[in-house]
């Protein structure tokens, strides 16, 4: 079994940023796709980005230009660097993985397409 371990979130006010953490120890972690999902009560998992296991990243609408998601394969973690936040970014975020190839990963944007999920990491964001 994967395990997906997520840090980083908290609570910032709107301008500010944060850096999500997931951790994947014990895993083949340079050969997989990943991601950031997150979600709102209510709402359906939304993917943030994904990158693929060159380090060809993809971005959501929403987030290009204020996120940056990157991963060290070293030390097996995944990162969202995030700028710019406001109130709209708040929501539980999740990390995915997939093992897959460059192609399957670019178009990789459905939660259904992942296998593991890490549990989230709150982010809060007030005005």
């Known amino acids: 079994q994967v395990q997906l371990v997520e840090s980083g979130g908290g609570s910032v006010q709107a301008g500010g940023s944060l850096r999500l953490s997931c951790a994947a120890p014990g895993y083949t972690f340079n050969i997989h796709c990943m991601a950031w999902f997150r979600q709102t009560p209510g709402k359906e998992r939304e993917r943030v980005a994904n990158?693929?296991?060159?380090?060809?990243?993809q971005y959501a609408d929403s987030v290009k230009g204020r996120f940056t998601i990157s991963r060290d394969n070293a030390k097996k973690t995944l990162y969202l660097e995030m700028n710019s936040l406001s109130p709209e970014d708040t929501a539980m975020y999740y990390c995915?993985?997939?093992?897959?190839?460059?192609?399957?990963?670019?178009?990789?944007?459905?939660?259904?397409?992942?296998?593991?999920w890490g549990q989230g990491t709150q982010v809060t964001v007030s005005s």
């Open positions: 995915a993985t997939v093992p897959s190839t460059p192609e399957y990963c670019a178009m990789a944007y459905n939660e259904g397409q992942y296998r593991y």
């Open positions: 990158i693929d296991s060159d380090g060809r990243t």
